[in-house]
């Protein structure tokens, strides 16, 4: 039993104050809790989509989230004040699967089961882009740090694809012979990083037109794939309940492992778990079908923080750029924005 001093220092049973006591000691608290982000509330909790989530992002400014899914619609949020959906993007035929902000925030890339990747204006709210090529659904789809007008797609057509935003058709295609879950670039632009059914990370030379090296360690297929805000490193989420990080550097060692992240799940839904990494590089989540959303520290391979909330898979995850603030995003047709 939890005790109090009071004045003539006896002790008196915490659960023996008086209702003037119990209001001025919530009063205090009140007045002395700090808050650590500029979000409306510690969480906030977006509704809206007609069916599973899959994707969520933050913009590169951090005052706008998109979130798609299986309802083949692209919701706009404002980040701050009441957090209003304030554009719904339609056009393409299938399931969402995948989107990425450019690096200045005016246009979306997407990619969906309907076999297509849109690029949309953030500004007008127009689709100004569609490549075709891919034949079968696209997991995944990302964008070029250096070099925007670069784009990578992955799907279940065995197919990596480079795409240059100049020409019609697509730039390059490797053949991984196995379905691809998720793509990204290296830092220069010049390696894609894939990932499938195979369970091997392959990493694709843009010049050579072929394989550099493998990353061998997972178990079953890989669903997320997410470069280090200092494009040394590689994180990646797998079926077999295991977040990765690699080392990406051109003389790395030959084991290129550096650590392995446990706790969270993949269950019968085999949905496409995403990762991400905090924009200081410090921290990494995950998303998990046991409905938690899971933080590590990199450094301890810890968990920091298992946050529940959802009722469904959580398939898609995201930090802030600037402040202390995460989004998930889940089967449960909804997304959480939470202060951390």
Same mark, same amino acid.
């Given at each position: 039993?939890?005790?109090?001093?009071?004045?003539?220092?006896?002790?008196?049973?915490?659960?023996?104050? +008086?209702?003037?006591?119990?209001?001025?000691?919530?009063?205090? @608290?009140?007045?002395? *809790? +700090?808050?650590?982000?500029?979000?409306?509330?510690?969480?906030?909790?977006?509704?809206?989509?007609?069916?599973?989530?899959?994707?969520?992002?933050?913009?590169?400014? %951090?005052?706008?989230?998109?979130?798609?899914?299986?309802?083949?619609?692209?919701?706009?949020?404002?980040?701050?004040? *009441?957090?209003?959906?304030?554009?719904?993007?339609?056009?393409?035929?299938?399931?969402?699967?995948?989107?990425?902000?450019?690096?200045?925030?005016?246009?979306?890339?997407?990619? @969906?089961?309907?076999?297509?990747?849109?690029?949309?204006?953030?500004? +007008?709210?127009?689709?100004?882009?569609?490549?075709?090529?891919?034949?079968?659904?696209?997991?995944?789809?990302?964008?070029?740090?250096?070099?925007?007008?670069?784009?990578?797609?992955? @799907?279940?057509?065995?197919?990596?694809?480079?795409?240059?935003?100049?020409?019609?058709?697509?730039?390059?295609?490797?053949?991984?012979?196995?379905?691809?879950?998720?793509?990204?670039?290296?830092?220069?632009?010049?390696?894609?990083?894939?990932?499938?059914?195979?369970?091997?990370?392959?990493?694709?030379?843009?010049?050579?037109?072929?394989?550099?090296?493998?990353?061998?360690?997972?178990?079953?297929?890989?669903?997320?794939?997410?470069?280090?805000?200092?494009?040394?490193?590689?994180?990646?989420?797998?079926?077999?309940?295991? @977040?990765?990080?690699?080392?990406?550097?051109?003389?790395?060692?030959?084991?290129?492992?550096?650590?392995?992240?446990?706790?969270?799940?993949?269950?019968?839904?085999?949905?496409?778990?995403?990762?991400?990494?905090?924009?200081?590089?410090?921290?990494?989540?995950?998303?998990?079908?046991?409905?938690?959303?899971?933080?590590?520290?990199?450094? +301890?391979?810890?968990?920091?923080?298992?946050?529940?909330?959802?009722? %469904?898979?959580?398939?898609?995850?995201?930090?802030?750029?600037?402040?202390?603030?995460?989004?998930?995003?889940?089967?449960?047709?909804?997304?959480?924005? %939470? *202060?951390?």
């Amino acid at each position: 039993m939890s005790v109090k001093r009071s004045n003539d220092q006896a002790l008196v049973p915490a659960n023996k104050k +008086t209702r003037s006591e119990i209001v001025a000691y919530a009063a205090k @608290a009140k007045r002395s *809790e +700090t808050r650590s982000s500029s979000l409306f509330a510690p969480i906030v909790i977006l509704a809206g989509h007609e069916s599973e989530i899959f994707c969520v992002k933050f913009s590169p400014d %951090g005052s706008i989230v998109a979130s798609a899914g299986h309802d083949r619609k692209i919701f706009l949020w404002n980040v701050y004040g *009441e957090c209003e959906n304030w554009a719904c993007l339609g056009g393409h035929n299938g399931a969402i699967t995948d989107l990425k902000f450019l690096k200045d925030g005016s246009e979306i890339v997407t990619c @969906a089961t309907d076999k297509n990747i849109f690029i949309w204006d953030v500004q +007008t709210l127009e689709r100004i882009k569609r490549f075709k090529g891919h034949k079968d659904f696209v997991n995944s789809v990302d964008v070029c740090r250096k070099s925007p007008q670069l784009f990578c797609s992955g @799907a279940d057509d065995n197919t990596v694809k480079l795409w240059d935003r100049r020409k019609r058709g697509e730039a390059m295609t490797f053949d991984s012979n196995y379905q691809v879950l998720s793509v990204c670039f290296n830092e220069s632009g010049e390696q894609i990083i894939s990932g499938g059914i195979d369970n091997d990370i392959k990493v694709w030379d843009t010049r050579k037109n072929d394989i550099v090296y493998k990353l061998k360690g997972h178990n079953d297929s890989v669903t997320g794939l997410s470069l280090s805000p200092d494009g040394n490193y590689v994180a990646s989420n797998a079926m077999d309940n295991t @977040a990765r990080i690699w080392d990406i550097r051109p003389f790395a060692p030959q084991d290129r492992g550096v650590n392995i992240l446990f706790g969270h799940n993949h269950n019968f839904e085999k949905n496409l778990l995403r990762i991400a990494w905090s924009p200081d590089g410090q921290l990494l989540t995950a998303g998990s079908a046991d409905k938690f959303l899971y933080i590590w520290e990199v450094d +301890t391979s810890k968990i920091a923080y298992k946050l529940p909330g959802h009722n %469904g898979s959580i398939n898609s995850v995201d930090f802030h750029p600037q402040e202390p603030i995460v989004a998930s995003c889940s089967s449960d047709k909804k997304i959480y924005l %939470g *202060e951390l």
